[in-house]
């Protein structure tokens, strides 16, 4: 009923919100992602996607389709990889930003050992400026990390969000005050952006706390310490956006291979393309 071209063109545009940037990450014209969304909408017989020349969103009908297309796509991937036979071996290096600790990524990866359980995984979390460093110095094979910045378009776009403020809920930051910083220490990307935009924008500011953990980082805004710059789709449980600060813009998530990508590097890749939607939910 559900073709899974189709499917894993919807999940592209899902993850993206953008036919233009799922066309680019499929190789394939926007016209075509355009025509493998209509035809599921028609062999759903409900829209999936409420869009207009600004914006892409989901349809509750396009949320719940989210589940069935990841499932479906899921079992047509076993079934090829048994029929064909293929069993993937070796060590593979994987960087995973720290953004995604508090995250479903584990449901990914578990996964992925379930049906490889002869790759070797070797799963490093580093700030997002370090896991590119290490790639670039190939002692990564592949990363799912922030992009750099604007310009910036190495590897695989796997999800677009925005930055937000986050704190303690009731946190009130005074204009008058500097702003109290909770920060990764460089080389964040967070943390340069954080900074640019509260220089940019003439705000005076104050390292309130600095950890190498997400889960310190979250303690230390839990405790009321200070404000943290945050992608907006992961917000941790017990913080919530704060406002009255400068606009932090778009953050861009992209998966980025080493010169000697293996199949078990292609795999995971394909394993993470296929199941972004859940990198923004909590476990």
Do not use: N
């Amino acid at each position: 009923m559900y073709d899974p071209v189709q499917l894993r063109t919807f999940l592209t545009v899902a993850q993206t919100l953008s036919f233009t940037q799922a066309a680019g990450r499929l190789g394939v014209r926007q016209s075509t992602v355009s025509q493998h969304v209509r035809r599921l909408e028609e062999a759903a017989g409900r829209p999936l996607f409420l869009r207009d020349t600004h914006r892409v969103e989901l349809t509750e009908d396009g949320e719940a389709m989210l589940g069935f297309a990841r499932t479906i796509l899921e079992a047509h991937e076993r079934a090829a990889a048994f029929f064909t036979g293929t069993r993937l071996r070796g060590r593979l290096r994987f960087g995973a930003s720290e953004d995604f600790v508090l995250s479903r990524l584990p449901e990914i990866l578990e996964g992925f050992r379930h049906e490889h359980p002869e790759v070797d995984l070797e799963l490093s979390v580093e700030l997002s400026g370090t896991l590119h460093e290490r790639l670039d110095a190939g002692r990564l094979d592949l990363v799912l990390a922030k992009r750099r910045g604007p310009g910036d378009e190495r590897g695989r776009l796997v999800w677009r969000d925005r930055m937000v403020w986050i704190g303690a809920e009731g946190l009130r930051v005074e204009a008058e005050r500097p702003v109290p910083l909770i920060v990764f220490p460089p080389p964040g990307i967070t943390r340069a952006r954080a900074l640019e935009v509260l220089e940019r924008d003439g705000r005076g500011w104050r390292i309130a706390c600095t950890s190498g953990s997400l889960s310190g980082l979250v303690a230390a805004a839990r405790a009321g310490l200070g404000v943290m710059a945050h992608t907006r789709g992961l917000i941790p449980p017990g913080l919530v956006r704060v406002g009255g600060l400068p606009e932090l813009g778009p953050v861009e998530f992209a998966l980025l291979r080493g010169p000697r990508a293996s199949p078990a590097a292609e795999a995971l890749a394909a394993a993470v393309l296929s199941g972004a939607d859940r990198l923004t939910r909590t476990g």
